[in-house]
């Protein structure tokens, strides 16, 4: 029997296997896998490989900005990555 998709995503929190339920409340949560991975690719590449001159995953950023610009019909430049909302709205004030 094929996964579905539900599924597919329930699987990337190994968190949920605990048979515990879990309430978002838009602080801090169960990390998906491959935000997990991603995290971890990118602390090893800046504690091994980093040579302060140049830095990939800045393209990254800049890629993710683009699509995200994308779907929400506005130009790149009018996002910007902050830690929270409440930093947000400091900085717009």
């Given at each position: 029997?094929?996964?579905?998709?539900?599924?597919?995503?329930?699987?990337?929190?190994?968190?949920?296997?605990?048979?515990?339920?879990?309430?978002?409340?838009?602080?801090?949560?169960?990390?998906?896998?491959?935000?997990?991975?991603?995290?971890?690719?990118?602390?090893?590449?800046?504690?091994?490989?980093?040579?302060?001159?140049?830095?990939?995953?800045?393209?990254?950023?800049?890629?993710?900005?683009?699509?995200l610009a994308h779907i929400l019909n506005v130009n790149s430049n009018y996002i910007a990555w902050v830690?929270?909302?409440?930093?947000?709205?400091?900085?717009?004030?």
């Open positions: 029997m094929p996964i579905n998709k539900y599924q597919e995503v329930r699987n990337y929190f190994p968190y949920l296997k605990t048979g515990k339920i879990y309430f978002n409340h838009a602080a801090i949560g169960p990390i998906a896998t491959p935000v997990k991975n991603s995290i971890n690719e990118y602390l090893n590449y800046r504690s091994e490989l980093y040579d302060g001159t140049d830095d990939p995953y800045l393209n990254i950023s800049e890629s993710a900005k683009n699509k830690d929270n909302i409440s930093n947000a709205m400091s900085i717009l004030a």
